[in-house]
């Protein structure tokens, strides 16, 4: 939420459809840039509520759905993409960023925006787009300005005002390829980031982005961070080199070979397999060349083996990993071993610099079931008993590709 003004915004909640409902009266500051969240305790499950914020005479409404119990076997469905604005294709004067439209329209209970979610160090300056957003961010309002810039788009309100969304920061909520430990900017990037999307951190680790959620029996989502831990792309791989930092491996090992959800999906921003960076700094998981083959020292390889090892020896089921930041669309299983598999499903970019697919490492086995470039898009997962579907969907709601997935 964001005010007009310094001062308690009226926050009205309740089943939507329902005359009655509950109020809060949360108070936002001029040092937050006028943000604020709320916690809503208390809430049935598998129910739509609406909301209405208001301050003076502004106001905004909002819908969402909660959960179900964890052991409800109920359908679901969700839409994840990432790249907003890159390359200067910022917010069009004609309407803005389209690709929202035929996202709201399949009516999501969720949307996970997969990184990228502004593109801080890029400036808005193509003809045609919306000013305001003609520089490269530095300082902290900088960053926040930016963040407001994308989230005034109305057609971005209209989906966020329609459904919930999980968030997570790439490379470009603060700069190209950054490596949090030793990036000075991370800190200002971190700040405006939390500010302005609906991450609730624990108490103890007020800047943990990382994160899991269930959505009843059927799915369990883990979302990681990959920026704030990682070693330099420099380094040269081996044990020492990390892109998750020891803590958040740990409990990603941890949380994903416990759950008892019938789909683990794990949210990476970067891919396992599909290279990026520069060919001895690759800034993905993979550090195979442009030809899908292994080049000594380079990405994080040693690092995603041992978790896939372990998530192995544990003979993880039904495990999909979504990801962004390529700027192409596809579909990819692996099957590092006979035994065991698991599947990659990448979308976008939403609005950004179009990219091309490029061969898979080729030491995870793959096959790729489908690939494009050249188009804005997104991706849908619809999970009932027994399967997982996705959809790739291009920005004017047409499908390009389906797939369904049997349950093991």
Same mark, same amino acid.
């Given at each position: ?20 409902? #509950? ?80 996202? !709201? ?106 994160? #899991? ?16 831990? #990682? ?20 409990? !990603? ?96 970019? !939403? ?12 030491? !995870? ?44």
């Amino acid at each position: 939420m964001r005010g007009v003004r310094a001062g308690p915004l009226d926050v009205l909640y309740g089943v939507a459809g329902d005359a009655e409902g #509950r109020t809060h009266r949360p108070v936002v500051v001029g040092s937050d840039d006028l943000t604020g969240k709320l916690t809503l305790s208390g809430l049935a499950p598998a129910t739509r509520y609406a909301v209405r914020v208001s301050q003076g005479g502004a106001h905004a409404a909002a819908e969402f759905v909660t959960a179900p119990a964890p052991d409800a076997a109920a359908r679901v469905t969700f839409v994840w993409s990432g790249d907003l604005g890159g390359g200067g294709y910022c917010r069009p004067q004609d309407g803005g960023y389209r690709i929202f439209r035929p996202m !709201l329209e399949r009516r999501p209970d969720f949307f996970l925006f997969v990184g990228d979610t502004i593109y801080a160090d890029v400036p808005c300056d193509r003809p045609g787009v919306v000013p305001g957003a003609d520089f490269r961010a530095r300082t902290l309002a900088e960053y926040r300005a930016r963040h407001r810039y994308q989230l005034e788009d109305p057609p971005l309100q209209a989906l966020l005002r329609g459904t919930s969304v999980y968030a997570i920061w790439d490379d470009h909520e603060v700069r190209n390829d950054f490596s949090g430990p030793h990036d000075p900017l991370m800190p200002v990037g971190r700040r405006a980031l939390l500010d302005y999307w609906p991450i609730s951190t624990p108490a103890e680790e007020p800047t943990r982005l990382y994160r #899991r959620f269930r959505w009843g029996g059927l799915l369990e989502i883990f979302i990681l961070d990959t920026r704030q831990y #990682r070693s330099r792309n420099t380094d040269t791989d081996g044990v020492g080199k990390t892109m998750l930092g020891a803590a958040q491996k740990r409990w !990603l090992l941890d949380a994903v070979t416990s759950s008892s959800a019938v789909w683990k999906v794990v949210v990476t921003s970067v891919s396992l397999s599909i290279p990026t960076g520069r060919p001895q700094a690759r800034d993905s998981w993979t550090g195979v060349s442009a030809f899908g083959l292994p080049q000594d020292g380079a990405g994080f390889v040693a690092e995603r083996d041992a978790i896939l090892e372990q998530l192995r020896k544990h003979d993880v089921k039904n495990l999909v990993f979504v990801a962004a930041d390529v700027h192409h669309a596809e579909v990819i299983r692996h099957e590092p071993t006979r035994a065991w598999s698991f599947h990659e499903l990448v979308a976008g970019p !939403l609005s950004a610099t179009l990219g091309r697919p490029r061969p898979p490492d080729v030491t !995870l086995n793959p096959r790729s079931l489908f690939a494009r470039g050249g188009v804005f898009n997104f991706g849908e997962v619809a999970i009932e008993p027994g399967q997982l579907t996705v959809r790739l969907i291009d920005d004017a709601g047409t499908v390009m590709f389906t797939h369904t997935i049997a349950a093991q």
